[in-house]
């Protein structure tokens, strides 16, 4: 997780070792101490570029496949990993340990941090409540002119993803 540029509060509450053990491993690991500051709380973040939003569906995805194989601490770690190789770039490349694209240099180099995809599938539920709202505002959704599964928000009236509407309009 340290390699993948998790904040230590998150592995911290994940894991459940201490603030200042992750701290400590997240320091020997990366040679800097964790950047500390506000953790997400903007679900409409998730929204705002075509890109997040197919990530988001992927990521997403991979958290519920992990979930029914492995325990909740090691499922989201073991999701993140595998979205951080799908959405590195160049599949034909073969990779060592030393060059894993999964693990990457600050956060900024991936289009979902690990600490906000981890705020994503802790708030992300399907569940509606007694008078049949929806718990979560975002919603996975299929396009329906192309059929990619992408994120939405519930009040969004389109059904189609943010490319093939834009493409729409032009
Ligand atoms: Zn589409």
């Known amino acids: 997780m340290v390699k993948m540029q998790a904040r230590a509060c998150v592995i911290s509450r994940i894991t459940g070792i201490s603030l200042a053990d992750a701290r400590k491993i997240w320091h020997a690991q990366n040679k800097r101490s964790s950047p500390s500051g506000q953790q997400p709380n903007d ?3 998730f929204l705002k570029t075509t890109v997040r939003r197919y990530h988001s569906a992927l ?6 496949q992990a979930k029914l194989k492995l325990p909740d601490y090691a499922a989201f770690a073991h999701a993140y990993y595998h979205y951080a190789r799908i959405t590195s770039g160049d599949p034909q490349r073969h990779y060592d340990e030393a060059t894993d694209p999964a693990f990457r240099p600050t956060e900024n180099d991936y289009a979902i941090p690990f600490s ?7 708030s992300y539920t399907d569940e509606v409540g007694l008078i049949g709202n929806r718990k979560c505002p975002l919603q996975l959704r299929r396009c329906k002119c192309c059929d990619g599964v992408y994120l939405a928000d519930e009040s969004e009236v389109e059904r189609a993803c943010t490319l093939c509407a834009n493409k729409k309009t032009r």
Do not use: F, G, Q, V
Request: glycine share 0%; hydrophobic share 55%.
């Open 43 to 45: 679900l409409s973040w």
């Open 59 to 64: 990521l997403l995805s991979l958290y519920a």
């Open 116 to 122: 906000r995809a981890h705020y994503l599938i802790t």
